[in-house]
């Protein structure tokens, strides 16, 4: 009980399931506005995406936009929004991370000790070798601008 003005009491009561419901549920207008902060990230990486046109280790070309999407998640702190390209590499790793931040130079070898590395060359012929020297990659960033088409939002 507190008192009020002129000496009065007063109570405040406050609805715990009606809290969760607005701040903490999807079907919130908190949730429903991440959903939408959700979707306007996940276009904006779309359309930021690099897309090799003929492909890359045997993926089609647009492989890593067509994975970009977008999650609700809740935690304790409270509701969240995940976007992100789970795409990976032949290899499985996370192919979207290194076209968002590129890669250092490093070795390539077949899975397989005996096999060969096999790919199309910009030349269009084929090459094959036993290891391949990559002198890695530059950041091609699309995640991260994406975050600015909030501004505004």
Same mark, same amino acid.
């Given at each position: 009980m507190?008192? @009020?003005?002129?000496?009065? $009491?007063?109570?405040?009561?406050?609805?715990?399931? %009606? /809290?969760? +419901?607005?701040?903490?549920?999807?079907?919130?207008?908190?949730?429903?506005?991440?959903?939408?902060?959700?979707?306007?990230?996940?276009?904006?990486?779309?359309?930021?995406?690099?897309?090799?046109?003929?492909?890359? @280790?045997?993926?089609?070309? $647009?492989?890593?936009?067509?994975?970009?999407?977008? %999650? /609700?998640? +809740?935690?304790?702190?409270?509701?969240?929004?995940?976007?992100?390209?789970?795409?990976?590499?032949?290899?499985g790793e996370p192919l979207g991370l290194f076209l968002e931040v590129g890669t250092r130079p490093h070795v390539i070898r077949p899975k397989n000790p005996r096999g060969w590395l096999r790919w199309v060359g910009a030349d269009g012929r084929v090459h094959f070798a036993k290891k391949v020297n990559h002198p890695g990659t530059s950041a091609q960033p699309y995640l991260r601008p994406a975050l600015e088409d909030l501004r505004g939002a």
């Open positions: 507190a008192v @009020g003005a002129g000496g009065r $009491g007063f109570r405040i009561d406050f609805n715990e399931a %009606e /809290l969760d +419901r607005i701040f903490k549920s999807p079907q919130g207008p908190v949730g429903r506005q991440m959903a939408r902060y959700g979707e306007i990230v996940t276009q904006g990486a779309k359309r930021r995406c690099p897309v090799s046109p003929r492909g890359s @280790g045997g993926r089609p070309s $647009g492989y890593t936009r067509s994975k970009i999407g977008w %999650e /609700l998640h +809740r935690d304790a702190i409270g509701l969240y929004t995940d976007i992100a390209s789970p795409a990976k590499t032949p290899q």
